[in-house]
């Protein structure tokens, strides 16, 4: 079955530090979605994308969807504590009808 | 405009018990999905309700089933408890059945605690 990956499992950064993390499929999803969870708290969506090679902005947050719609990546632009939580990524493949979760990267973020 | 709901919150059962879970759906929403969550992974998909049937449904046993009332609220049953079935069990409603891919919202979840 579809598998969705993500890279790294945590991350630590100082506050004001760039921030990155990959979601790789095995298969070609038809769009991904985006969850930030707070500690203690649920998923939140954040963004959807759905053609390839599509790039969306919310303020410091830059998302982009691959070419070969198997990936895609959130970065953060000067982290601030406001930042910490687990971002999921979700992918939709061609043939389900519910969305895959990948097992998420913590950020942390020092004040 | 209330949000998901589910109740409870938390709960502890011991091993072999039935457990049941509720979730009413964000108002105007007609689809409930479940998914579980085990501590420090990704919500895994369990099953999701539209029009009272189970339309989709994830890799788990048997053991858990489900209901949608026609108010589309939804019921997580599990049976015969496990240990490892001890989790973060989260309800997400969404609009439009399988012809929908839009987001989903989610509710604070009910942790469930296998002893």
């Known amino acids: 079955g579809q598998q969705v990956m993500q890279i790294p499992q945590y991350q630590h950064v100082q506050e004001g530090e760039d921030f990155t993390t990959y979601c790789n499929s095995s298969t070609t999803l038809s769009n991904i979605q985006w969850y930030k969870q707070r500690p203690g708290g649920h998923p939140v969506f954040l963004i959807q994308?759905?053609?390839?090679?599509e790039v969306k902005k919310q303020k410091r947050l830059t998302f982009q969807f691959g070419e070969a719609k198997k990936n895609s990546s959130l970065h953060i632009t000067a982290t601030q504590t406001t930042d910490v939580g687990t971002y999921f990524c979700a992918g939709m493949d061609n043939y389900g009808q519910n969305f895959v979760f990948g097992p998420g990267t913590r950020l942390s973020v020092l004040p | 405009d209330a949000g998901v709901t589910q109740s409870p919150t938390h709960l502890i059962k011991t091993r072999g018990q039935q457990v049941t879970l509720r979730c009413s759906p964000k108002s105007g929403h007609d689809t409930v999905s479940w998914y579980q969550q085990a501590l420090g992974q990704g919500p895994q998909f369990i099953f999701q309700?539209?029009?009272?049937?189970?339309?989709q449904r994830g890799n788990f046993p048997d053991r858990f089933s489900g209901h949608q009332f026609p108010n589309y609220s939804s019921e997580l049953n599990v049976n015969a408890l496990l240990l490892g079935d001890s989790a973060l069990y989260l309800c997400a409603s969404s609009l439009g059945g399988v012809l929908f891919a839009g987001e989903l919202f989610f509710g604070e979840g009910s942790r469930l605690t296998v002893l």
């Open positions: 309700y539209y029009e009272e049937e189970e339309r």
């Open positions: 994308l759905v053609k390839s090679g």
